[in-house]
């Protein structure tokens, strides 16, 4: 029986590699050496305009590219080819003094850091981190301590939480890309937005509309997740005609037609306007029209919130660490939250609301400041750590 388990375990690494091996390119060049490194493509787009264009070099970890120099290394040594030595020996080839990272939540980084005890190893927080089905699970279930040299984080409370996994030194910073945004209080009277979250398994569920398919390929908690948030469409669809509202949709799919299929289905004939992204930022430049936010489970609400947006958070228990409050000592219910999705609780947090002038929500919403959200005018915690530490010239005049 054992025999058998590691054969399928060995075939699943062997298809495993050979369908990197099909889509990838290669490439014989050695490393280049840089004071910088960003980790990861995906961070390139976001954190590279916080150096000069020269001053980085990125380490790309999909694998799209593999550097035949750095393999045929590790044959010569005599070590296996894996993840962290691959990425290990690209690191030693590259000499850097610092590596950057906006995927904060890839646990291979912090492997990595253990390898390199003279390069400053600093992440950004790019979302919000949950339990169920993100990095605090991983590190909940293993034993072992990493550590960081510096993690800039969206707020005092996850901070907290964190440091019970990962040494390092710990700055608040709020959302990295929403501080790029100037706050604006000029919003629509009466006008009300959902905050979409569309990841795989919605944009599936508009093809096919069939939850049962998905049993095989999802999560439990993903697929609770879709149950909960049409539910929730439904009993705000319900509001919405009741009072003579038209509810705004904020995309945030590149499948903009398929993400307003999955809206249309729930809406039927209901008057709703959808709001396409187009491009990565349209979100912070069209939120600060609304009145009021309904945000289900997403890092944009709590973006929102930070810009003084009157958001409601409506989250589920099969996910854990998903509530507004979470990880302090509140109620699961509160004048703007709640862990249902019910009409009755639609009704009556929207109607809180509606009602609640600027100056009271102000007063309300101070109370979970740097415990929850933050927000830092142009990131400038950021570079006056950059500038500090004498990483880059572009901000010694800013």
């Known amino acids: 029986m054992i025999n058998v388990e590691n054969n399928i375990c060995l075939m699943k690494t062997i298809l495993k590699a050979l369908k990197i091996l099909i889509r990838s390119q290669f490439t014989f060049r050695k490393p280049i050496k840089k004071k910088i490194v960003i980790f990861d493509k995906k961070s390139e787009i976001y954190i590279s305009d916080l150096f000069e264009k020269n001053e980085f070099e990125i380490l790309d970890t999909s694998y799209k590219i593999i550097n035949v120099f750095i393999i045929l290394k590790l044959i010569l040594n005599f070590k296996k080819i894996n993840y962290i030595n691959y990425f290990s020996e690209i690191i030693k080839a590259m000499s850097p003094s610092y590596i950057f990272t906006f995927i904060d939540n890839n646990l291979g980084f912090y492997k990595l850091k253990e390898k390199f005890k003279d390069i400053n190893f600093i992440a950004i927080q790019n979302g919000t981190r949950f339990i169920t089905g993100d990095i605090l699970e991983i590190l909940e279930k293993n034993e072992k301590k990493y550590s960081i040299d510096y993690y800039f984080a969206f707020n005092d409370s996850y901070s907290n939480i964190l440091k019970k996994y990962i040494n390092g030194n710990y700055k608040t910073i709020g959302s990295y890309k929403n501080n790029f945004f100037n706050i604006s209080k000029n919003y629509n009277k009466g006008t009300i937005c959902f905050i979409s979250r569309m990841s795989d398994i919605f944009l599936e569920y508009s093809k096919t509309k069939k939850i049962e398919k998905f049993k095989k390929k999802y999560s439990f908690w993903e697929i609770e997740l879709l149950k909960f948030v049409r539910e929730l469409l439904k009993n705000i669809n319900y509001y919405c005609e009741k009072n003579n509202l038209v509810i705004n949709i904020l995309g945030s799919s590149p499948k903009p037609n398929l993400e307003k299929f999955f809206f249309q289905d729930i809406f039927n004939q209901n008057d709703f306007n959808f709001i396409p992204k187009k491009r990565k930022y349209d979100s912070y430049k069209k939120i600060d029209q609304f009145e009021i936010c ?105």
Do not use: Q
Request: aromatic share 18%.
């Open 294 to 398: 309904i945000n289900p489970m997403s890092t944009f609400g709590y973006e929102a919130i930070s810009r003084g947006k009157k958001v409601c958070f409506f989250s589920g228990d099969f996910i854990k660490g998903s509530r507004f409050t979470w990880p302090l000592d509140f109620p699961e219910k509160g004048n703007f939250f709640s862990n249902s999705n019910t009409y009755e609780e639609v009704n009556r947090i929207l109607s809180y609301l509606t009602k609640v002038d600027d100056k009271s929500w102000d007063i309300e919403s101070l109370a979970f400041k740097n415990k929850l959200f933050f927000h830092d005018k142009n990131n400038s915690i950021v570079k006056k750590f950059l500038t500090e530490k004498n990483i880059t010239k572009k901000w010694k005049k800013a």
